[in-house]
């Protein structure tokens, strides 16, 4: 059976060697952590809030407790057990509401109601995510991560989230041609209640299985502040989905890099110029002084047609590391698709769409050759040297 760690909120030491000695009485084995609980290395399974006195302090205790340790079970131990106290501790976060003094069996009820709830996270798959990052403004990120997307919930048919984190200018649902009555800033200012159940309520389905966190309609939001934020939904959805994808737009911010944290593949996604290419290798750069794992970068590079005005061979050497896929420059195709809001993964037999059913299909491991992504320029590298 698996150890649980508890942590005991109270100031009263009666009631802290009460509470842990009930705790550790029980058929599940059981650790008392020390110390606050801060939201860092110290993720306990159990959290016992004392709310005898001043109830406000102890719902205040449950919200933080809450947002620190989202996969906790928050149990609530007052003297009072009226329904009002007991519904205004639900709403703030807790798993569990015992009367002072509790009994013992109820107390070890919960308990292992705690430890089944962790015992289902654990079985469940870690989720896969990928981060899409565009190396300046209109590379065609948001058309890559949003095709993707299609194509990995249609595939794998496994739950699959995309999440829209541009502030203001996200346009995932436009580009899939649909509306969502909310947002990412519901699930941010809403941190407090955070569970699986609020978060799909925040969600919208595409009709190819796909679904969206829609993103800000505030140009200042998410910012900074918000970074922490983030991190703590993408570990719900984590619970949820078996593949997350993120549009993180096009700027290394707070956001953006607490999803690449996240990330188990990072796309950078550059077009074959001039100032794609330096701002590729400046992301690179501070991705490597975040760092968030260079080695999971990978470079897609879009709008890739020949006769190109830099050549792949010359793109590598500038990066330092190989081009992972080309997608051909194909304007007509996309802007049809993204006025009708119809993504190319289902808009027929176009050679964009397998393009990203090679790419989709590599993504997810199945078993198919990826299609050519075009022949590569003999041309030297001296004049992209030239340029630097």
Same mark, same amino acid.
């Given at each position: 059976?698996?150890?649980?760690?508890?942590?005991?909120?109270?100031?009263?030491?009666?009631?802290?060697?009460? *509470?842990?000695?009930?705790?550790?009485?029980?058929?599940?084995?059981?650790?008392?952590?020390?110390?606050?609980?801060?939201?860092?290395?110290?993720?306990?399974?159990?959290?016992?809030?004392?709310?005898? @006195?001043?109830?406000?302090?102890?719902?205040?205790?449950?919200?933080?407790?809450?947002? %620190?340790?989202?996969?906790?079970?928050?149990?609530?131990?007052?003297?009072?057990? +009226? !329904?009002?106290?007991?519904?205004?501790?639900?709403?703030?976060? =807790?798993?569990?509401? &015992?009367?002072? /003094?509790?009994?013992?069996?109820?107390?070890?009820?919960?308990?292992? #109601?705690?430890?089944?709830?962790?015992? $289902? %996270?654990? %079985?469940?798959?870690?989720?896969?995510?990928?981060? &899409?990052?565009? =190396?300046?403004?209109? *590379?065609?990120?948001?058309?890559?991560?949003?095709?993707?997307?299609?194509?990995? *919930?249609?595939?794998?048919?496994?739950?699959?989230?995309?999440?829209?984190?541009?502030?203001?200018?996200?346009?995932?649902?436009?580009?899939?041609?649909?509306?969502?009555?909310?947002?990412?800033?519901?699930?941010?200012?809403?941190?407090?209640?955070?569970?699986?159940?609020?978060?799909?309520?925040?969600?919208?389905? @595409?009709?190819?299985?796909?679904?969206?966190?829609?993103? $800000?309609? @505030?140009?200042? #939001?998410?910012?900074?502040?918000?970074?922490?934020?983030?991190?703590?939904?993408? #570990?719900?959805?984590?619970?949820?989905?078996? @593949?997350?994808?993120?549009?993180?737009?096009?700027?290394?911010? !707070?956001? $953006?890099?607490? =999803?690449?944290?996240?990330?188990?593949?990072?796309?950078?996604?550059?077009?074959?110029?001039?100032?794609?290419?330096?701002?590729?290798?400046?992301?690179?750069?501070?991705?490597?002084?975040?760092?968030?794992?260079?080695?999971?970068?990978?470079?897609?590079?879009?709008?890739?047609?020949?006769?190109?005005?830099? /050549?792949?061979?010359?793109?590598?050497?500038?990066?330092?590391?190989?081009?992972?896929?080309? &997608?051909? +420059?194909?304007?007509?195709?996309?802007?049809?698709?993204?006025?009708?809001?119809?993504?190319?993964?289902?808009?027929?037999?176009?050679?964009? =769409?397998?393009?990203?059913?090679?790419?989709?299909?590599?993504?997810?491991?199945?078993?198919?050759?990826? %299609?050519? !992504?075009?022949? #590569?320029?003999?041309?030297?590298?001296?004049?992209?040297?030239?340029?630097?």
């Amino acid at each position: 059976m698996a150890l649980l760690t508890a942590l005991i909120l109270t100031e009263d030491e009666i009631f802290r060697t009460h *509470a842990a000695g009930v705790l550790r009485s029980g058929s599940t084995p059981m650790t008392i952590g020390d110390g606050a609980l801060s939201g860092g290395t110290l993720q306990p399974d159990v959290v016992v809030v004392d709310g005898r @006195h001043g109830q406000p302090e102890a719902l205040a205790a449950i919200e933080r407790a809450r947002v %620190a340790a989202p996969g906790a079970s928050i149990f609530m131990v007052a003297s009072d057990t +009226s !329904p009002d106290l007991i519904l205004q501790a639900m709403r703030a976060g =807790a798993n569990e509401f &015992f009367a002072w /003094p509790p009994a013992d069996a109820s107390f070890h009820e919960g308990v292992a #109601r705690a430890a089944a709830r962790r015992s $289902s %996270a654990a %079985a469940r798959r870690t989720a896969t995510t990928v981060a &899409f990052l565009g =190396a300046k403004g209109g *590379a065609g990120t948001t058309t890559i991560a949003v095709n993707s997307a299609v194509g990995i *919930a249609r595939l794998s048919r496994r739950p699959t989230v995309v999440v829209d984190l541009k502030a203001g200018l996200g346009e995932v649902t436009l580009f899939l041609g649909v509306r969502s009555r909310y947002s990412l800033l519901d699930a941010l200012d809403n941190l407090h209640r955070l569970d699986t159940e609020f978060l799909k309520e925040l969600v919208v389905k @595409h009709k190819s299985g796909l679904e969206i966190l829609a993103g $800000s309609d @505030h140009c200042d #939001r998410p910012g900074g502040a918000d970074s922490g934020g983030i991190e703590q939904v993408l #570990r719900l959805l984590g619970q949820q989905y078996d @593949h997350i994808v993120i549009d993180a737009g096009t700027q290394l911010n !707070p956001c $953006s890099s607490a =999803a690449l944290y996240t990330a188990d593949t990072i796309y950078l996604v550059p077009n074959p110029d001039v100032p794609s290419v330096r701002n590729a290798q400046r992301l690179l750069d501070r991705i490597d002084q975040l760092g968030a794992c260079g080695e999971r970068v990978r470079i897609l590079l879009n709008r890739a047609s020949e006769p190109y005005p830099i /050549p792949p061979d010359q793109i590598e050497s500038a990066l330092g590391r190989p081009i992972d896929h080309m &997608f051909k +420059s194909d304007y007509r195709t996309v802007s049809a698709a993204l006025n009708s809001g119809v993504p190319l993964a289902l808009t027929g037999n176009t050679e964009l =769409a397998g393009q990203f059913e090679s790419f989709t299909r590599r993504m997810l491991d199945l078993s198919v050759e990826p %299609a050519a !992504p075009g022949r #590569r320029s003999a041309l030297g590298l001296q004049k992209l040297a030239s340029i630097w």
